[in-house]
């Protein structure tokens, strides 16, 4: 195993890394669009309901992120499903076209997945932004920008948001968990032909080395993120400099 | 009237706490003239930073607040104008520098790039040119290698040197008049010295008036050409500097003095002025001060004293300044 | 002492009543938090008495004349594709999930206090072999690790609390591990220990007590992340088998009728989110007030 021979699959005799290796471009487009979604949703609307802290704006803000927290993903998908594809027609409900196929197509079927799994991730990076913003925002050197006749658009866009970014790339990490845990369901659901799939059929099938396989490989993307977020934290923090160590 | 710089008048600043109105500052007068540098002096709590504050039109919103009275800077009143107004002028005729330079520098970037900004905002500035002049102010305040340090960030810095770049970044845009907040009172000791020291130097060589917001009659004395005491948000003695240490006419100011340390002579107890500062929400009726006062009558328990011009330019609100005055040379 | 001892216990009695009221004032500001935990008393309660509010068998009552039936004033919540009855199902559902979550989160917390415990007060090699298999664990998705776990183990509901207790023990191990360090080095801990105190009674008596807050507020966490993850597990077929109905496996069983009978993903899913909306806000009002600081 450590020669980076996973062993065959007992069922379809395939290499496990092969395996591994056809099915891990789906799983990491989904994670990556999920990641991108909720980023894109959660900061702005952080920023928002910490900038109006104790406004409609904030409860409004809040209540979105709290459903996004409470609400399961594979149910999310279920809804979305619904909706956008089987009343309104305007996604397909399931399957996955490679980015290399049709770049178009490989969108519209991973757009709902991705909403599914990057509507959780939302919830947690959004509160995780307000409460870093509201803390950053509390400091003597936000005052001082002020002082020196900043804009709010450059006090809160330029140095609080830079400020606050430590503790939610903290909590992207950590969650990371979570994105990928939720592909497992979110493959099910929507027929996508990735490594969590794989391992939910395999699970089924007693296919134990692929289920090993499975296994290593999802440790292994954990490490890699790991060392990504400690990458960012010496950009957004210079307090950090490894090259010191 | 023309040598004025800023003319406050009347100012009043309230917050809305969830147990009613609170009055940080009452009905408080003062002016600065062009060059000269003024001492705002008083215990912790009693307005002086919030007054500040106001003058800057940087008190922070969310305890929900009203502001009364003028504000006359450069022919215009600031409560009136608006808030792009105040921004424009903000870092530029008017700056700041606050109490703790550690934690008002911002970590995440260089100081250099913080100094540039603080230029930015107000002129229209290529970057090299920019940076050209921060490393120039850098070495005016007296930071050995700037180009060097420019590129460092806040926490490479010790205290007295973060100090410095801040007084850099409040002298970016040349401004006439500086706030600046308590600028010793986190350093250690030889290093207050020395950005007094600065201060002084800078004040001769930009003309920029200087509000110096302190505790220490220390600084004052080193510093100052004249002097207000505030107490309870209320200015209760102004006076140019000497004839504040000399005459002192109001019994808190008295109490100021005693409690300066003294290297010469012997050892004799420090004094404190017993009590503290009342809270807002209960204080006292007639003078805010006779509580604590040593000179107290049933006059002041009951009537709030006028303010008495006792020479020009020395005021006073107090019902007793004669008895303050002739004891000087008792103590 | 003994006087101190005594005088904590009187304290203790006298003060119960009070810090409640206390507690409840402070609590009570937060209408969200209030809110929050009228929602986990109802599901909680609902959970306990579903056999008597059931009006159908949620597993017996088939009904093959009245298939995948829309919701009415006999099926509340419609009939899926046995004609069963949706809303006893759901109710009952409720029971098996909130039961496999709550002893799956009291064992985890239970398992981490002692390993917590043992690793922050002995120390020294105790702790690092502990903490490295805390870490080892925690190092894997949690979601990911229980399926595996589950594939392992072989889907009953015992497994999946084993599973999810497993998976959730070093979480709890950290974390009280992490409040027996700030506490161990106090002085008044050092004070009993110079004094001879065994080290059972400090670690019950003195380090236990300061645990308990941030645990609750775990706790009240991890039971919402535990009926996400029995829902997902039994979703994907893992989890509590048919036809044993759990929210998870009814949403399982609706998936191929979502175009005929929406309700049968509606109802249950709606009944997780609103139990995990309960929760978060519930845990939210005791963070604020048990801790300040994380506001």
Known sequence: ?245 | MNSRLLDVKGLTVQFHTPDGPVEVVSSVDFHVNKGETVGLVGESGCGKSVSSMAIMGLIPSPPAKQIGGEIWFQEKNLLAESPDYLRSIRGNSMSMIFQDPMSSLDPAFTVGSQIDEAMQFHQKIAANEAKERSIELLRRVGISNPELRYHEYPHQLSGGMRQRVMIAMALACNPQLIIADEPTTALDVTVQAQILDLLNDLRQTFGSAIIMITHDMGVVAETCDRVMVMYAGQIVEEAPTEVLFDQTAHPYTEGLLRSIPKISGKKVKLYSIPGSVPLQRDMPKGCRFHPRCSYATSLCQEKEPPIQELAPGHRVKCWHSDQVIAKQGGV | MEYVEITKEAEKKGQFAEQMRAFWKVFSIRKTAVFGLAIVCFVILIAILAPLLAPFDPVEDVDYGNRIANPSATHLFGTDEFGRDIFSRVLMGAQVSIAISVSAVTISAAIGIVIGLISGYYGRWVDNVLMRIVDGLMSFPPILFAIALMAALGNNMGNIIVALAVVYAPLFARLVRGTVLSVKNKEYVEAIQVMGGSHIRILFKHILPNCLSPLLIQMTTYFAYAILAEASLSFIGLGVPQPEPSWGNILYDGRQYMLEAPWITVFPGVAIAVTVLGLNLLGDGLRDYLDPRMK
């Open chain 1, 1 to 245: 195993m450590l020669s980076g021979d996973l062993g065959h699959s007992l069922v379809s005799d395939k290499e496990v890394l092969t395996l591994l290796w056809e099915r891990l471009p789906a799983t990491m487009a989904l994670i990556m669009y999920a990641l991108l979604i909720s980023v894109v949703i959660a900061i702005p609307l952080g920023i928002i309901s910490a900038v109006r802290h104790n406004t409609r704006w904030d409860y409004g803000a809040m209540l979105i992120a709290l459903i996004g927290v409470s609400v399961p993903n594979f149910w999310a998908g279920l809804l979305l499903i619904m909706t956008f594809s089987l009343h309104l027609g305007w996604f397909p409900s399931t399957g996955y076209v490679d980015v290399t196929q049709n770049l178009w197509k490989h969108l519209e079927h991973l757009a709902l997945p991705a909403f599914a799994l990057g509507f959780l991730q939302a919830g947690i990076v959004t509160r995780m932004t307000r409460s870093s913003m509201l803390e950053v925002l509390k400091q003597d050197y936000i005052c001082t920008i002020r002082a020196k006749g900043g804009t709010e658009k450059v006090v809160i866009l330029k140095h609080a948001l830079k400020n606050s970014m430590i503790p939610i790339i903290t909590i992207i990490g950590i969650n990371f968990g979570l994105l990928l845990g939720g592909t497992v369901v979110v493959e099910t659901i929507f027929s996508i032909p990735g490594i969590g799939q794989l391992l939910v059929q395999s699970v089924f099938n007693r296919d134990y080395p692929v289920i090993q396989g499975v296994i290593l490989c999802v440790a292994v993307i954990y490490v890699l993120i790991s060392l990504v977020v400690d990458l960012l934290y010496a950009y957004f923090d210079p307090k950090i400099d490894y090259n010191e160590g």
